[in-house]
């Protein structure tokens, strides 16, 4: 599912001297990126795929074929990932976990979610901020909302010792810069979690870092946890890109720790809502969200690791109290001037480009270019 060429706007603000990986649609195929003093290589021939050429690293992007400057490469963009694993965490924000309650709470229901959010706000807002999850401390408080009658599986990942971690989107199913971004058909309570992902590789080390969109149903998942995966996993629910930026000595994991993704939505009728989240806010350190990723499983193509949002919209779009929701032809861009800008239309899933492009016409294309050793 191509998207656009990357335009000047979504490029990050020191593009000509980061280091960054991504794939686009050539006339032979897909082929994976390599971007360097601001020129793109295509690397096919080096590593026909991102997930081969992350386990390469580090390599000089001359080792490819010069495709010229990034800026006026016209070739559509995929999303930046391939053969990864697409795994995320919830509830890595004291706001997220507050959210999850309300659509656990309400039951899917918008209209009864303000009541709940002043209510918990209230209760458990300060507290759950500042304490350490899996601390001594975080286990007073549960106790303390046990006996309050207020615990929720949610708020479970987000102060007890274990991460929520979940797949978010089959291998090849995601969508890159440009692309459409589906919701349900029939999900009437919805929205964009804007995030940044790890990208991960077979050993476990953070290689760098890309923006992405993990599409939420809130009434999905509200009316039950056991819902999640239909609340996440939908044609075209989940986007990444526009580009994976590498850590080098100039940008390094603290930078994902310090940074601000913006947010805006601007609706066919002139709506627009605008939001952000501060990296520095995050509950569990990025890395050890990794760790607890791999646990004792592992992948020998790597993954990439959507970090959780701290971004809950709850501004009312069309009748008061009733919150945030998509509308078709809602364009929904997320951003921070490392990683450059992930802008994507909003349709239905069912309206999307369908998913035709798998792991055996992927292998189908390698074979007939003699990419494959």
């Known amino acids: 599912m191509p998207g656009a060429p990357l335009l000047l706007d979504g490029l990050p603000a020191d593009w000509r001297s980061g280091l960054f990986l991504g794939r686009v649609e050539t006339a032979d195929g897909p082929s994976p990126i390599l971007v360097e003093g601001g020129i793109a290589f295509d690397m096919s021939r080096v590593a026909p795929t991102v997930a081969q050429l992350v386990e390469r690293l580090p390599l000089s992007a001359d080792q490819g074929e010069r495709l010229g400057a990034l800026d006026a490469l016209d070739l559509p963009l995929l999303s930046p990932i391939d053969l990864q694993c697409v795994k995320a965490c919830g509830v890595t924000f004291a706001l997220s976990a507050i959210e999850r309650v309300i659509e656990e709470r309400a039951r899917g229901n918008a209209d009864a979610a303000a009541d709940i959010r002043a209510r918990l706000e209230e209760r458990v807002g300060g507290s759950i901020r500042a304490v350490v999850p899996g601390s001594g401390q975080a286990a007073a408080l549960k106790q303390a909302l046990i ?19 979940f797949t978010k ?14 919701i349900r058909s029939d999900s009437t309570w919805n929205n964009p979690e804007p995030e940044i992902v790890l990208i991960v590789d077979a050993n476990g080390r953070a290689v760098g870092a890309t923006l992405g969109n993990d599409v939420n149903l809130r009434d999905f998942e509200g009316r039950s946890a056991l819902l999640l995966g239909k609340a996440k996993d939908n044609n075209a629910s989940c986007s990444l890109g526009p580009l994976i930026r590498l850590f080098d000595a100039d940008f390094t994991i603290d930078d994902v720790r310090n940074a601000e993704v913006e947010l805006t939505i601007d609706g066919p009728e002139g709506y627009r809502l605008e939001g952000s989240s501060s990296m520095n806010q995050i509950s569990r ?28 919209p709850v501004q009312d779009r069309d009748e008061p109290g009733r919150g945030f929701t998509h509308k078709v032809g809602d364009v929904v861009a997320i951003s921070t001037p490392r990683l450059g800008k992930l802008v994507n239309p909003v349709v239905t899933s069912k ?11 992927l292998m189908t294309n390698l074979a007939k270019r003699g990419l494959l050793a």
Do not use: C, K, M, N
């Open 147 to 165: 006996e309050d009658g207020v615990w929720s599986q949610y708020l479970e990942v987000a102060i007890g010792p274990d991460a929520e971690v």
């Open 285 to 312: 350190d990025p890395l050890e969200l990794v760790r607890q990723t791999l646990s004792e499983h592992h992948y020998p193509d790597g993954f990439a690791l959507f970090l959780g949002t701290l971004f809950a």
């Open 169 to 182: 989107s089959p291998v090849l199913s995601t969508v890159g810069a440009g692309a459409e971004i589906g």
């Open 351 to 361: 309206e999307a480009a369908p998913w035709g492009f798998g792991l055996a016409a």
